[in-house]
């Protein structure tokens, strides 16, 4: 299994782009990189996903350097309403077993 | 479309206590998932229903049972409660026309067994 590692949390500016580094050492040739958020209360909510390169949605953009050792999530322009957790999973394209959260990174955003 | 819904939002239980969580989804998913998510950690896979009438094991599956009702409906049944079960539990769906890590989760009950 890949095994993530994050930073445990992050502060940051309204205003300001945040980016959030994922480390994943032992991914997979077929794995996935997936990352979702979570606000409290809440059930997380999928954001982004990336095999390699650079993906962008309207909420993110995800980098992935060519050995896939690691992921960045780019978060432009942050709000308040940007204050959350953040989980990097990675996986296998068409399976659904053996998903790991971890602990996720937890982001603070101040006026 | 009301997504993934989940009963109870609450509930306490005495240790030894039985109860099913209920979950549905509208979106006419094939995959379904139970998590629990313990405070301050992140969320950890019982059991996941790939296609309707198939169920397997994720990362903590002792304690629990599932039931993949039909197609839309997927249930986890605590059949003796412990304080170790003392968690917040989410159930989610997906597509198998999207990655099985593109999931979509329900607003999540929270238990109590004491």
């Known amino acids: 299994l890949a095994k993530t590692t994050q930073p445990i949390s992050m502060d940051s500016y309204e205003g300001q782009e945040v980016n959030i580094t994922c480390s994943h050492n032992?991914?997979?040739?077929?794995?996935?990189i997936t990352w979702y958020q979570q606000f409290p209360s809440q059930g997380p909510r999928f954001i982004i996903q990336?095999?390699?390169t650079k993906v962008t949605n309207e909420v993110a953009s995800l980098f992935i350097p060519a050995d896939r050792k690691s992921s960045t999530l780019s978060l432009p322009r942050v709000s308040l309403s940007d204050t959350a957790v953040y989980y990097c999973?990675?996986?296998?394209?068409?399976?659904?077993?053996?998903?790991?959260f971890g602990s996720g990174t937890r982001l603070s955003i101040r006026p | 479309n009301a997504g993934v819904t989940q009963t109870p939002k609450f509930q306490v239980l005495k240790t030894g206590q039985s109860m099913t969580l209920q979950c549905a989804q509208d979106?006419?998913?094939?995959?379904m998932y139970w998590y629990r998510q313990d405070p301050g950690m992140g969320l950890r896979l019982i059991y996941y229903?790939?296609?309707?009438?198939?169920?397997d094991k994720g990362e903590v599956p002792n304690g629990y049972n599932v039931s993949r009702l039909n197609k839309r409906e997927f249930s986890l049944r605590l059949e003796s409660a412990a304080p170790s079960q003392t968690s917040v539990y989410f159930c989610?769906?997906?597509?198998?026309?999207?990655?099985?890590?593109?999931?979509?989760f329900g607003p999540g009950t929270r238990l109590t067994v004491t």
């Open positions: 989610a769906s997906s597509s198998t026309r999207t990655p099985a890590h593109e999931q979509y």
């Open positions: 032992n991914i997979a040739t077929n794995d996935y």
């Open positions: 990336g095999y390699k």
């Open positions: 999973l990675v996986g296998l394209y068409s399976s659904a077993s053996k998903i790991i």
């Open positions: 979106m006419n998913h094939n995959s």
């Open positions: 229903s790939a296609s309707e009438g198939t169920t």
